[in-house]
């Protein structure tokens, strides 16, 4: 088992930037892919991004290209995601998974953390 959790949401306003960590215990962090995934209110989650174990590949949603960085410190068992120009459509609970790439990047996770929620006002 992997056990996640999520911190560092809070309410910002557009153009602000927020940093989201997740914190994992249990099973071998590095032996995971690891991703955050978003829902909004009377949305389904979607995939934001992903990471390989290695570090050395990601991956990212168009909506979040070049405004989201994903990274993770193996040695912290502590994944990141440093988010800046938040818009309002980026308000949701934003989740981290752990699992093979091939299934997060499917939307699909093993392991889920509980949600922090990030709110971006205009």
């Known amino acids: 088992q992997v056990q996640l959790v999520e911190s560092g949401g809070g309410l910002v306003q557009a153009g602000g930037s927020l940093r989201l960590s997740c914190a994992a215990s249990?099973?071998?962090?590095?032996?995971?892919?690891m991703g955050w995934f978003r829902q909004a209110p009377g949305e389904e989650r979607e995939f934001v991004t992903a990471?390989?174990?290695?570090?050395?590949?990601?991956y990212y949603a168009d909506s979040v290209k070049g405004r989201f960085t994903i990274s993770r410190d193996n040695a912290k068992n502590t994944m990141y995601l440093q988010m800046n120009s938040l818009k309002p459509e980026d308000t949701a609970v934003y989740y981290c998974?752990?699992?093979?790439?091939?299934?997060?990047?499917?939307?699909?996770?093993?392991?889920w953390g509980q949600g922090t929620q990030v709110t971006v006002s205009s």
């Open positions: 998974a752990a699992g093979r790439i091939a299934t997060l990047l499917k939307s699909e996770s093993d392991y």
């Open positions: 249990g099973r071998t962090f590095s032996n995971y892919a």
């Open positions: 990471i390989r174990w290695s570090g050395g590949s990601t």
